[in-house]
């Protein structure tokens, strides 16, 4: 007699989908139009309603223009949105635009460092910084300028302030004591200290 075994066949398991994460895009965009008031209100308002989002921006008057940086970031139905409607702006002549693709930058290990720079205003001053720097394969990172009158005397000063990526293996003391002596060969006053985190 023979015993016939039944076997329960197994009902396989079905995964879940697995949702990936929507591909991230980002735009380097330049702006720059006349000055008015309500221009960055009009800029938030088209990369909100594209449900994009802000990730850096930097925004100045200069003279009668009014010129803004901006990295905006979302998927790519939102950037198109944002392309769109900026290149509306352009079209209609209130605004000269440049967007570019960008992507996020890859790690470096390195410090920021803000330098502070004061002196008489004269001509080469940022050239000469920006060679002392290059020379030295160190990334400038920001950099702002301006030019006012001193509060006494009236004399036509010049203000920088950058900030300098600086390598964890590069000897910070060389580099401090080399910038010094170059500040004062230049009739510079110059501060140099680790940026804030």
């Known amino acids: 007699m023979h015993l016939l075994t039944l076997h329960k066949r197994k009902t396989p398991v079905e995964t879940p989908p697995v949702n990936k994460p929507p591909l991230i895009k980002q735009l380097a965009i330049t702006i720059i139009g006349p000055d008015r008031a309500g ?5 938030s308002k088209i990369v909100t309603e594209a449900a994009g989002n802000i990730q850096e921006s930097r925004m100045i008057a200069l003279g009668s223009e009014f010129a803004v940086l901006m990295l905006v970031s979302g998927n790519w139905h939102s950037v198109a949105k944002i392309r769109e409607k900026l290149d509306m702006l ?3 002549g209130e605004v000269t635009l440049t967007i570019r693709d960008s992507s ?11 330098i502070d720079v ?7 001053i940022v050239l000469g910084l920006s060679n002392f720097f290059a020379a030295r394969d160190l990334e400038i990172a920001e950099l702002n300028t301006r030019q006012y009158n001193a509060p006494h005397t009236g ?23 080399e910038f010094m002596e170059f500040c004062d060969s230049e009739n510079l006053d ?3 200290e680790p940026a804030a985190r």
């Open 39 to 43: 221009l960055i209100r009009d800029l």
């Open 90 to 92: 352009q079209d209609r």
């Open 104 to 114: 996020p930058r890859t790690g470096v290990t390195a410090a920021p460092y803000v």
């Open 118 to 124: 004061v002196s008489l205003d004269h001509e080469g």
């Open 155 to 177: 004399a036509k000063m010049f203000s920088i302030q950058m900030t300098v990526n600086i390598p964890a293996d590069l000897q910070l003391s060389t580099l401090r004591e």
């Open 190 to 192: 110059a501060i140099m």
